[in-house]
């Protein structure tokens, strides 16, 4: 438009009015003028959280775990978040929440977002959670990820402790597992629960086998049990057979 030519004249050439039309920029300050091509791009989105609320007021939450140094990290997310928002039309508000390893952690300049971090963005270190006790569940597992190898045994055993019932206690033995096997690849899951100090747990119950039962066939089902969680005992054989009979 002959218009934006005329506007992007009397900025370059009156860098006073750029003050006086904005706050937080100084007298007299020059600027260059430039029109680059941003190029497209893929970006796949760590995750977003969509409200099932039809109150418009909740807003959608952007989502990303980094636990490893990235340079262009903060320039990424936004890029993506403004992106999303763009495309899929969004017409409610949006937060972000990050859980980064630490304060330490190489992610960028965050001058330029400045302001989305203060007020959009809530990040979570999972270094200071390391030293508190007597945190809810869900904080008790994001520390279990940061707290040292030596300890995670004894850190586990206490998130189970606080269960209560036995399908808290699954759900609860679920996500430990599934951040000890992260921390310790090496580990079969009948070796994480040594760690967690469980000598037995019906086999039936855990969540892998229910995926590996969906297989149909005992024989098929004990045979990836065994490459995940090491040797069964024939009494855990007896009773894979029997849940495949009566399954």
Same mark, same amino acid.
């Given at each position: 438009?002959?218009?934006?030519?005329?506007?992007?004249?009397?900025?370059?050439?009156?860098?006073?009015?750029?003050?006086?039309?904005?706050?937080?920029?100084?007298?007299?300050?020059?600027?260059?003028?430039?029109?680059?091509?941003?190029?497209?791009?893929?970006?796949?989105?760590?995750?977003?959280?969509?409200?099932?609320?039809?109150?418009?007021?909740?807003?959608?939450?952007?989502?990303?775990?980094?636990?490893?140094?990235?340079?262009?990290?903060?320039?990424?997310?936004?890029?993506?978040?403004?992106?999303?928002?763009?495309?899929?039309?969004?017409?409610?508000?949006?937060?972000?929440?990050?859980?980064?390893?630490?304060?330490?952690?190489?992610?960028?300049?965050?001058?330029?977002?400045?302001?989305?971090?203060?007020?959009?963005?809530?990040?979570?270190?999972?270094?200071?959670?390391?030293?508190?006790?007597?945190?809810?569940?869900?904080?008790?597992?994001?520390?279990?990820?940061?707290?040292?190898?030596?300890?995670?045994?004894?850190?586990?055993?206490?998130?189970? =402790?606080?269960?209560?019932?036995?399908?808290?206690? $699954? %759900?609860? +033995?679920?996500?430990?597992? @599934?951040? !000890? &096997? /992260?921390?310790?690849?090496?580990?079969?899951?009948?070796?994480?629960?040594?760690?967690?100090?469980?000598?037995?747990?019906?086999?039936?119950?855990?969540?892998?086998?229910?995926?590996? =039962?969906?297989?149909?066939?005992?024989?098929?089902? $004990? %045979?990836? +049990?065994?490459?995940?969680? @090491?040797? !069964? &005992? /024939?009494?855990?054989?007896?009773?894979?057979?029997?849940?495949?009979?009566?399954?």
């Amino acid at each position: 438009m002959k218009t934006d030519k005329l506007f992007y004249k009397m900025l370059l050439t009156q860098p006073e009015a750029v003050a006086e039309l904005m706050s937080g920029i100084p007298k007299g300050c020059v600027f260059d003028y430039k029109a680059p091509v941003v190029k497209e791009k893929e970006f796949r989105l760590d995750g977003v959280l969509l409200p099932l609320s039809e109150d418009m007021t909740v807003p959608l939450v952007f989502f990303e775990a980094q636990m490893q140094p990235e340079g262009g990290f903060y320039g990424r997310y936004f890029a993506e978040l403004h992106l999303y928002l763009s495309q899929y039309e969004v017409e409610r508000p949006w937060l972000g929440l990050l859980i980064l390893q630490s304060r330490r952690q190489t992610l960028g300049s965050e001058v330029p977002h400045g302001t989305l971090l203060r007020l959009n963005v809530t990040r979570i270190y999972l270094e200071d959670l390391v030293p508190l006790q007597g945190l809810s569940l869900n904080l008790a597992l994001l520390r279990l990820i940061a707290v040292p190898e030596q300890d995670v045994g004894v850190e586990g055993r206490k998130i189970l =402790a606080v269960a209560e019932g036995r399908a808290d206690f $699954l %759900r609860s +033995l679920d996500l430990v597992e @599934g951040i !000890l &096997s /992260s921390k310790f690849p090496e580990l079969t899951i009948e070796e994480v629960r040594q760690m967690l100090g469980l000598k037995s747990v019906d086999i039936t119950e855990t969540k892998f086998f229910q995926e590996a =039962a969906q297989i149909g066939e005992a024989k098929v089902t $004990l %045979r990836m +049990l065994a490459r995940q969680c @090491g040797a !069964l &005992s /024939s009494e855990q054989e007896n009773q894979v057979r029997s849940y495949r009979v009566s399954g």
